[in-house]
C-alpha cells in the first residue's frame, strides 16, 4: 500500500503502510501524535495521544496516562482522505513520520495538503 500526499499542484508518494501524524494545538501549544494504517479502505486511526489537556482538549473516556501522554483509540472508521491545513498560529505545521523518517507539512496558512491511499481516486 502507498500513501499520496497531495500539495502545492504535485504528488509525492510514499511507500508505507503506516505513519504517525503530529501537531501542536495552535491555542494551548499542546502536542498531539495519531498512529494511522493505510488501507484500501481508507487510512485508519489506530491510536491517538496528547501531551496534557486543555479547553476544548479533554482526552476522551477511555483514555490512559502513560508518562505526559493521554493514550486512546479513536472511534471511527476509515477515511477516504485526510485535508491538513496550518493555521499559521504556531511555530511549525503538521510532521509526518514513518519509519523512514519525518517530514513537514503545510508549515503556513494557505493551500491544505492531503493525505490518501494512492488507490483512492483524487
Known sequence: MSLCILA???T???A???FTLSWTHSVERTRWQEDWKV???GLQVVEARVKGSGAGMEPPEGSV???SWWVYAPRIGPQPRLVLAASGATWEGWTLCTADGCRELSETAGEPTVLQPCSQPR
Do not use: E, F, I, N
Request: aromatic fraction near 0%.
Open 8 to 10: 502545492a499542484g504535485k
Open 12 to 14: 509525492v508518494t510514499l
Open 16 to 18: 508505507v503502510a503506516a
Open 39 to 41: 488501507s484500501p479502505a
Open 65 to 67: 496516562l502513560r508518562g
